[in-house]
């Protein structure tokens, strides 16, 4: 029955990064519209180039989060945590979802953020943990 259950979550989860990873890197390539639809009418080129890095940081922090949750997975270290996996199966598949309107839909890059702390760094933290419970049992 576990066995049945784990067969089924891992390429679910592996499926889910993948497009997380993919749409992250689209909204990276594509995140000039988002940045001007952030700003206000009368905004100068500083304005545009802070807004710019602020989401370049954003979008470069989630793929490397992806990576690092990529590592964790594919090693070993949270492939057996239906846990870990069950949080970040729904946490990616939200970010899937949410960055494709966020970008479709042109939202302000505030919510970005939002998308970030509970899509991006919250599965990260959960892999972190997985480390470490796996470096406190060697």
Not at 4 to 12: A, D, F, G, W, Y
Request: charged share 10%; with cysteine; proline share 3%.
């Amino acid at each position: 029955m576990v066995t049945s259950s784990i067969n089924r979550l891992v390429p679910t989860r592996f499926l889910t990064l993948i497009a997380h990873f993919t749409i992250a890197v689209i909204a990276l390539w594509a995140k000039d519209e988002n940045v001007k639809a952030s700003l206000p009418v009368d905004h100068t080129v500083n304005d545009f180039n802070a807004k710019a890095y602020e989401m370049t940081v954003g979008l470069s922090l989630a793929i490397a989060f992806i990576g690092l949750e990529l590592i964790g997975f594919l090693s070993g270290v949270s492939f057996f945590m239906p846990f870990i996996s069950l949080i970040s199966i729904a946490a990616h598949s939200s970010a899937t979802v949410l960055l494709a309107h966020f970008l479709f839909d042109v939202w302000n890059c505030e919510v970005y953020w939002w998308i970030f702390t509970l899509c991006s760094a919250l599965p990260a933290t959960l892999e972190l943990g997985a480390f470490v419970k796996l470096l406190q049992h060697l």
